[in-house]
């Protein structure tokens, strides 16, 4: 079946500028996560949601960050008037009911944002 | 920070040789995952070990984990050249997302 899609694959913008990224997470998958990856580092956690809670916003790194899911599906995650260290590759990933961690995570292909 | 950590840093073997990476954590845990991540894009979750499970195994993958060192290894046998990617371990503790480690780099050369 389908797995985890994200677009897009690669993004340019300038500084100052506004980015949407979008993920697809695997049909019937209700936790989705995002993280952020820079260059040779692991994994830092941004943002999950888990059915119809409300969503731990505790990793994201500053209020230009923000994220939806809409559905209980798709989400976006946009950051608001990129800065040069916002440049890194973006994963979503989604997982099971127990989520959490509890289960194996799925991870889409990430989305690579340059900010020049 | 309670980011877990992965060792070596890099590691590069011969191909047929085994690879093994340890990890180490800071807090009590629910569960471990590695996952294996090529050229910086998605990852691929590769085995979970429980709490109170002490070893596992999948296919070439053996990992263990000793919860009285905070510690977990991943060894892979009969390494390949298509084993070359980045490893990370990952754990769950109490209600906080998964904590992923900065990742072991292993070249595997053919």
């Known amino acids: 079946g389908a797995g985890v899609s994200q677009s897009p694959s690669n993004k340019v913008t300038e500084k100052g500028k506004d980015v949407e990224l979008r993920c697809d997470p695997i049909?019937?998958?209700?936790?989705l996560y995002w993280y952020r990856q820079s260059l040779g580092q692991g994994l830092e956690f941004l943002i999950y949601?888990?059915?119809?809670?409300?969503?731990?916003k505790s990793g994201l790194p500053s209020d230009r960050f923000s994220a939806e899911r809409t559905g209980g599906s798709v989400s976006t995650l946009t950051i608001q008037r990129t800065q040069q260290e916002d440049s890194a590759v973006y994963l979503c990933?989604?997982?099971?009911?127990?989520?959490?961690?509890?289960?194996?995570?799925?991870f889409g292909p990430g989305t690579r944002l340059t900010v020049t | 920070s309670q980011q877990g950590e992965e060792d070596p840093q890099a590691l590069s073997i011969q191909e047929g040789e085994n690879a093994t990476m340890n990890c180490s954590y800071k807090?009590?845990?629910?569960?471990l995952q590695w996952y294996r991540q090529n050229s910086g894009r998605g990852l691929v979750h590769l085995i979970l070990?429980?709490?109170?499970?002490r070893e596992k195994h999948s296919g070439r993958l053996r990992v263990t984990l000793d919860t009285s060192k905070k510690s977990s290894s991943l060894l892979i046998t009969a390494s390949r050249a298509a084993d070359t990617a980045s490893y990370f371990c990952?754990?769950?503790?109490?209600?906080?997302?998964?904590?992923f480690g900065k990742g072991t780099r292993l070249s595997v050369i053919a």
């Open positions: 990933a989604s997982s099971t009911l127990e989520g959490l961690g509890l289960s194996e995570q799925y």
């Open positions: 049909s019937g998958h209700t936790a």
């Open positions: 949601f888990q059915g119809n809670s409300a969503p731990d």
């Open positions: 807090t009590s845990i629910n569960n």
């Open positions: 070990i429980r709490s109170n499970e």
């Open positions: 990952a754990y769950l503790s109490g209600n906080t997302p998964l904590v």
